[in-house]
């Protein structure tokens, strides 16, 4: 591909991104409140205020408001900007760095898992439609893979990985409860690994517990250099991490 070319891609990509970060942004305070993210006008969360078009436009108008809405002056929560960028990142990525002909995969599997790292990092919480529908969006496109290769070679490997992710976290979950008498996992946990099971393969599956793993080792090592007490109310979610970890596999190796 061009160096031209890919740029206006990556450019593109990174626009659409961006707003597709600035829908994450809304369903991550809508969602666990049980409210629409689709249906009616944007508005304000503090004063109910209807948010005109200026306002919508991301990071910029964030930036343009100070972090504060235009009518009531309540704080914008910094989340809304992050996910606006990582939604830009994630689309200018997928372009750029995945492997050939799995752009468009990796985009949509990189929004679904911001959506649901954001989700567990500031709410605790991995809601099952969501995980659901990574699961059936990981199991259309080895349908599709399958169909384009003539083989069901990508259907066996996406079902392995869906299998062997959801087992895996199934059974340490099991038998944490049935040695210490007490839930050590959260219940949305095993679910989620085994969607990105069905997107990565086996082997992404059991590499995605390493990544995480390797991600909360590092995130511990920089608490503690920085002399921040480890607890549970700073840890990051089990979630989050297989999140980064499996779109980091799917962006090196692509399908399972």
Same mark, same amino acid.
């Given at each position: 591909m061009p160096d031209a070319t890919a740029a206006v891609m990556a450019l593109t990509a990174m626009l659409a991104g961006a707003a597709i970060g600035s829908f994450i942004g809304a369903a991550l305070v809508r969602l666990p409140e049980g409210r629409s993210v689709l249906a009616g006008r944007s508005v304000c969360d503090a004063?109910?205020?209807?948010?005109?078009?200026?306002?919508?436009?991301?990071?910029?108008?964030?930036l343009a408001l100070r972090g504060k809405c235009r009518h009531c002056g309540a704080a914008i929560g910094v989340w809304q900007p992050f996910a606006e960028i990582a939604g830009a990142l994630i689309g200018a990525a997928g372009?750029?760095? !995945?492997?050939?002909?799995? !752009?468009?995969?990796?985009?949509? *599997?990189?929004?679904?898992?911001?959506? *649901?790292?954001?989700?567990?990092? =500031? =709410? *605790?919480?991995?809601?099952?439609p969501l995980t659901a529908l990574l699961a059936a969006t990981g199991a259309g496109?080895?349908?599709?893979?399958?169909?384009?290769? !003539?083989s069901l070679a990508p259907l066996v490997t996406a079902a392995a990985g869906g299998v062997i992710g959801f087992g895996m976290l199934w059974a340490v979950a099991?038998?944490?409860?049935? *040695?210490?008498?007490?839930e050590g996992m959260g219940g949305g946990d095993p679910p989620l690994l085994g969607a990105i099971g069905l997107w990565v393969g086996p082997m992404g599956a059991i590499g995605t517990v390493i990544g995480a793993s390797l991600i909360g080792l590092a995130a511990a090592l920089v608490m503690l250099l920085a002399r921040k007490d480890i607890a549970a109310e700073t840890a990051l979610p089990l979630g989050t991490l297989m999140a980064m970890a499996g779109w980091a596999i799917f962006l090196v190796n692509g399908w399972g």
């Open positions: 004063c109910a205020a209807p948010i005109a078009a200026r306002d919508l436009v991301p990071l910029v108008s964030w372009v750029l760095l !995945a492997p050939p002909g799995l !752009a468009i995969p990796a985009m949509l *599997l990189g929004w679904q898992l911001l959506l *649901l790292a954001l989700i567990d990092a =500031h =709410h *605790l919480w991995l809601p099952r496109f080895a349908l599709w893979s399958g169909w384009e290769a !003539a099991r038998g944490y409860r049935l *040695l210490r008498g007490r």
